[in-house]
Nanobody
Framework: QVQLVESGGGLVQAGDSLRLSCAVSGRTFRNYGMGWFRQAPGKEREFVAAITRSRGTTYHADSVKGRFTISRGNAKNTVYLQMNSLKPEDTAVYYC????????????????????WGQGTQVTVSS
């Protein structure tokens, strides 16, 4: 079993930055590809970013490309999401997820690709 715990959310103003963290425990962290998703009120959960387990290849949704950066610290069993130039439309609950299978472009955005999920952390961006 794998446990994921997100932290770092909060209330910020447009243009500010936040760094989300997701601590992973229970299994060998480097064996998992990792992703970040978000869900705004009344909307579907959507893909934000992913990073592969081996080469650390990253993928970012078009809506956050150039503003958000996913990274992983294997020594700390943690995946990060650095969010810069935040906008009110970034307001959502952010979830991290772990995938035991290899991540690649065709499947990174699929919720069913991921085996484990955290409980989420709220990010609110005021205008």
């Amino acid at each position: 079993q794998v446990q994921l715990v997100e932290s770092g959310g909060g209330l910020v103003q447009a243009g500010d930055s936040l760094r989300l963290s997701c601590a992973v425990s229970g299994r060998t962290f480097r064996n998992y590809g990792m992703g970040w998703f978000r869900q705004a009120p009344g909307k579907e959960r959507e893909f934000v970013a992913a990073i592969t387990r081996s080469r650390g290849t990253t993928y970012h949704a078009d809506s956050v490309k150039g503003r958000f950066t996913i990274s992983r610290g294997n020594a700390k069993n943690t995946v990060y999401l650095q969010m810069n130039s935040l906008k009110p439309e970034d307001t959502a609950v952010y979830y991290c997820a772990a995938a035991s299978n290899t991540l690649y472009l065709a499947i990174i955005a699929g919720i069913g690709t991921y085996d484990y999920w955290g409980q989420g952390t709220q990010v609110t961006v005021s205008s």
